[in-house]
């Protein structure tokens, strides 16, 4: 009876130990996904300042606004 007792005891932590490990690397992964998107969004950010600044340049010299291009197809379309 004690062996058993020891037993369930002993599956219990182990269970315990999985679940913590487990709620870890799931919030591992969400920090994870949210620094990817925030370095992104920053990007794509100064991507849009930066297409701004040669707008407004070109405006001030009064020649034709051209979109920058990019490797990406995605980057730069209206």
């Known amino acids: ?14 269970e315990e ?3 913590s ?9 969400k920090k994870h996904k949210q620094m990817v998107a925030a370095t992104v969004k920053n990007a794509i ?3 849009e300042i930066q297409q701004n600044k040669v707008e407004m340049e070109c405006e001030k010299k009064n020649k034709e606004v051209l ?9 730069g379309r209206t």
């Open 1 to 14: 009876m004690t062996v058993l007792i020891i037993f369930k005891t002993k599956v219990r932590a182990q």
């Open 17 to 19: 130990s999985d679940d």
């Open 21 to 29: 490990k487990k709620r870890q690397k799931e919030e591992s992964v």
């Open 45 to 47: 950010d100064a991507f």
């Open 67 to 75: 979109p920058i291009k990019s490797r990406n197809p995605q980057i």
